[in-house]
């Protein structure tokens, strides 16, 4: 039997979390949280220190790699508020999708 798996990360102020599904048994198979500090100092700078986004994206990049052992068929990353106010994002946010191939989302914070 084919196992219809999807993921999600979510690159949160603090952590990022990777939750890995069977969407046809609605049964969580993984779960991993790293704390990534990526809106560390935000509120101050304006923009995400550096060693947090190393720390963010070596956690994509194992989270991506993890995901797709198990054998997800689809993977939808989302971020949230640190990523729609920091000046640098869109920069990281490419650098994302240009070195790990990973589209990420930022949610909007209106209801």
Not at 12 to 39: A, C, H, Y
Not at 73 to 98: G, H
């Amino acid at each position: 039997m084919i196992r219809n798996l999807v993921g999600s990360i979510d690159i949160g102020s603090n952590s990022t979390l990777l939750l890995v599904i069977d969407k046809d048994k609605k049964e969580v198979i993984k779960e991993f949280s790293t704390i990534t500090g990526l809106g560390r100092g935000l509120d101050k700078s304006g923009v995400f220190q550096e060693s947090a986004m190393n720390d963010t994206f070596n956690a994509l990049k194992k989270y991506k790699n993890e995901a797709f052992a198990l054998g997800c068929t689809k993977l939808v990353i989302t971020a949230t508020e640190a990523s729609r106010v920091a000046v640098n994002a869109k920069d990281f946010f490419r650098r994302i999708s240009d070195e790990l191939e990973l589209d990420v989302q930022i949610i909007s914070g209106e209801g």
